[in-house]
């Protein structure tokens, strides 16, 4: 058997059944960077679950272990081992965790001069504000406003532009 370092304290084998008992860990494999994932550590034989464990991985920050949760630091691929003694048996357990960035959600906002054609179509992640172009100029009007908030952005949206007709000067 190899023997790996688990911290400064435990030193066990690196089988994942000895004497038939068996951990079972129940985690989502696949996390995106800022997700927080529950382990739990169960013998399969007795169906009991295990509270005091030691976790450590293969590649340091992809996770990180604490308060019985995994964090998905950044972007990446891990083995996490999972250890803890039962009815005497050093058991150790490890599957993997891939870590990928969150998908970024993007909508389109398309602003429509007073006739209604694209003055611009601008793409804008989710949350974010769009940035007006400046209005086209037409004779005899002058630019008022956009007729909807484009800010906080949460669909995809269309804004007009609202143009006041000028008074004739003579």
Do not use: Q
């Amino acid at each position: 058997d190899k023997l790996i370092k688990v911290s400064k304290e435990v030193t066990v084998n690196e089988k994942e059944v000895i004497n038939n008992y068996e951990l079972e860990i129940s985690c989502s494999e696949e996390l995106k960077v800022g997700d927080k994932a529950e382990i739990v550590v169960k013998e399969k034989i007795d169906n009991v679950v295990i509270t005091d464990f030691t976790v450590f991985t293969t590649e340091e920050g992809i996770v990180e272990y604490s308060d019985g949760k995994l964090t998905a630091l950044k972007s990446g691929s891990t083995v996490v081992k999972v250890a803890t003694k039962y009815k005497g048996y050093d058991l150790v357990k490890e599957f993997n965790i891939v870590v990928k960035e969150p998908e970024v959600i993007k909508f389109k906002v398309d602003f429509l001069d007073k006739d209604g054609n694209i003055i611009e179509t601008i793409e804008v992640e989710e949350g974010k504000d769009a940035i007006a172009p400046n209005p086209p100029v037409f004779d005899g009007f002058a630019f008022k406003e956009w007729d909807k908030d484009f800010t906080n952005v949460t669909s995809d949206i269309v804004v007009n532009a609202i143009y006041d007709k000028l008074e004739d000067e003579r």
